[in-house]
């Protein structure tokens, strides 16, 4: 019984990934109930002919490789800094509009759309880049 115990878990977690994905609907960490129904009936169809009933069966512990591990890990923290970054670009966006809604309305003499577009350009990189800023002061006033 342990061998067949052991090849029913081990065709269940070759079946779900361990955290739900766009593409899986069920995983071995979120959806408990359903995969414990999987375990019974894999047991059970292998124990059957032994005359064997499956009346119940739980995964209480989940433990990986530690390679498995580090590759899961990297992905969470990939999607920390993608998620990350899209709030920083989307702020960044409002503040940049704020600018350039703040220079119009500020007596200033009218800029033209390049500037706007050059400034705007400026203070995405400045505010998005993820090391120090080092500013360049265009003498030529042919920017």
Request: a negative charge; charged letters at 25%.
């Amino acid at each position: 019984m342990p061998t067949q115990t052991e090849a029913a878990l081990r065709a269940l977690a070759a079946r779900y990934p361990y955290e739900v994905t766009e593409a899986e609907a069920v995983s071995l960490r979120a959806a408990q109930d359903a995969v414990a129904a999987a375990l019974v009936a894999e047991i059970g169809a292998r124990m059957e002919e032994a005359g064997v009933e499956i009346a119940e069966a739980r995964l209480s512990h989940l433990a990986y490789a530690p390679e498995i591990v580090a590759a899961m890990l990297q992905r969470q923290q990939a999607d920390a800094v993608v998620a990350a970054r899209g709030r920083i670009v989307e702020g960044a966006v409002g503040i940049a509009a704020s600018a350039l809604e703040q220079l119009t309305h500020s007596g200033m003499p009218e800029i033209d759309d390049a500037r706007k577009v050059q400034i705007v350009g400026d203070l995405l990189l400045a505010l998005c880049s993820d090391r120090a800023v080092h500013p360049v002061m265009d003498l030529s006033g042919k920017r």
